[in-house]
C-alpha cells in the first residue's frame, strides 16, 4: 500500500511516501524558518499561507523522487491534531480532497503518534511494550505504550513544554528563532563549572515535570550578569544540563517504576545531542536498549506521518466523509492499531531510503 504523508501543523511543510513493505520511498520538508524568524517565533496565519502555497508543489515532486504519478497512491495520511488550526486545516483539506478524487482511504494521524512512532522508521525490529518520552515544542510527556494505539500517559508537563522552554530562555538570551538549536550551538562554548541550575521535580516522587520556574532562574541568573556572550553560552550550557539531567532522571524512574527495558525518546528536543548522550546512560545503566529517531526524524516531517497513517489505514481505519482537525486531541482517546497479522514494518526501510 502506497501511503502519502502530509504535515502541516505548525511551521513546517512535510510530505512523504511509505510504503507497507517497501519502507521509507521519499520525503521532503520545507521550513518556514526564515518567515517567522523576524518575529521571534510561529505567526498562526503565515504558517497556514505558507503551507497552502508549498503543500501542492511538495507533493509533486516528493512523488517524483519516489518515481511514482498520483494514481498510484493508494491512502493519504494528514496530521489531524494537535497543533495550529489553521495549519492543520490546510493539509486536511488537500488530504481528504486528494482521497476523494482518487478514491482512497483518508486517515487524520495524530501528531504526537507520528512523533512516538518514527523511531520505528530506523528501528524495525522495535516493538512494544515500552516507554516514551514526547519531547516537541508543545508537549513533555512520558508514556507507557502498551501496544500500538495503546497509550498510557505517566507524567507531562505541568506548565511549559521542554521545547517551549529552550525557545524561551533562547529568547532571553538572544538567540534568535527557533530557540532549541541555537541554544545548543552557543552551549558549546559554555563553561561547565561556572553555573548549576536546579532539576526542577526530581526532589519529589512523581513522574510530571515544570520547566517554567527554571525559566525564570535563568531570567535572574541573567540579570546578575553583564550578558556578555560567554555569560550567554554559561548560561546556556547550565539550562541545557539542568534539562537533559531532568528528563533522564524522570526517565530512569520510569523505567524502574514501570519495569519497561525498552526507553524511546521522540520530538524535536530530542535532536539535542546532550540529551541524546544522557538518555544513553541512563538506558545503559537499567539495562535498558534506548531507540531515537535519526535526527531529520525528531523534528517535524511527513515520513512519521506516512508511517502512522500507513499503520491505521492497514488495520482498517480510515476517515467518514468528514475532514478531521482539532487543535487538542488526547493521544489515549486513540483507538489500538490492529494489524498484528500482517505487521508491515519496514523490514527493508533504512536500506531503501539510506541517510
Ligand atoms: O517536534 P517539533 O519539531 O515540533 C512540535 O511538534 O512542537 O519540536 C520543535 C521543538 C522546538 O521547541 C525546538 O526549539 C525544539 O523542538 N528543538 C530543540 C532542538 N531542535 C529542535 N531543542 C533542543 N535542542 C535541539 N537541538
Ligand atoms: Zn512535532
Not at 239 to 248: C, I, M
Not at 341 to 351: S, T, V
Amino acid at each position: 500500500m502506497y501511503v502519502l504523508g502530509l504535515e502541516t501543523s505548525c511551521d513546517e511543510t512535510g510530505v512523504a511516501v511509505y510504503h507497507a513493505r517497501r519502507g521509507l520511498l521519499a520525503h521532503r520538508l520545507f521550513s518556514q524558518i526564515r518567515l517567522h524568524a523576524p518575529y521571534g517565533g510561529v505567526v498562526p496565519e503565515l504558517a497556514s499561507r505558507d503551507h497552502i502555497r508549498k503543500l501542492i508543489p511538495l507533493i509533486r515532486q516528493t512523488l517524483d523522487d519516489a518515481g511514482l504519478t498520483i494514481r498510484d497512491l493508494e491512502g493519504v495520511a494528514y496530521t489531524a491534531g494537535p497543533g495550529l488550526i489553521g495549519a492543520l486545516l490546510v493539509g486536511a483539506s488537500v488530504g481528504h480532497s486528494l482521497a476523494r478524487a482518487l478514491n482512497v482511504p483518508a486517515i487524520g494521524v495524530h501528531h504526537m503518534e507520528g512523533h512516538l512512532l518514527a523511531p520505528l522508521l530506523d528501528n524495525p525490529e522495535l516493538r512494544p511494550p515500552f516507554l516514551a518520552l514526547l519531547i516537541s515544542g508543545g508537549h513533555t510527556q512520558l508514556i507507557q505504550v502498551d501496544d500500538l494505539g495503546a497509550y498510557r500517559l505517566l507524567g507531562e508537563s505541568i506548565d511549559d513544554a521542554v521545547g517551549e522552554a529552550f525557545d524561551k530562555v533562547a529568547k532571553m538570551l538572544e538567540l534568535g528563532y527557533p530557540g532549541g538549536p541555537a541554544l545548543e550551538r552557543v552551549a558549546l562554548e559554555g563553561n561547565p563549572e561556572r553555573f548549576r541550575f536546579p532539576r526542577p521535580m526530581t526532589d519529589r516522587p512523581g513522574l510530571d515535570f515544570s520547566f517554567s520556574g527554571l525559566k525564570t532562574f535563568v531570567m535572574n541568573t541573567l540579570g546578575k550578569t553583564s550578558a556578555t556572550s560567554q555569560d550567554r553560552a554559561d548560561i546556556a550550557y547550565a539550562f541545557q544540563e539542568a534539562v537533559a539531567d531532568t528528563l533522564a532522571i524522570k526517565c530512569r524512574r520510569a523505567l524502574r517504576q514501570t519495569g519497561l527495558k525498552r526507553l524511546v525518546a521522540a520530538g524535536g528536543v530530542c535532536a539535542n545531542r546532550t540529551l541524546r548522550r544522557r538518555l544513553g546512560e541512563v538506558a545503559a545503566h537499567e539495562g535498558a536498549q534506548l531507540f531515537l529517531p535519526r535526527l531529520e526524524f525528531c523534528t517535524d516531517n511527513g515520513a512519521m506521518i506516512a508511517f502512522a497513517g500507513c499503520l491505521r489505514l492497514l488495520s482498517g481505519q480510515r476517515e467518514k466523509g468528514e475532514i478531521k482537525a482539532q487543535a487538542r486531541w488526547p493521544l489515549e482517546e486513540l483507538p489500538p492499531i490492529a494489524c498484528r497479522a500482517e505487521f508491515p514494518l519496514p523490514e527493508i526501510a533504512a536500506e531503501s531510503y539510506p541517510r
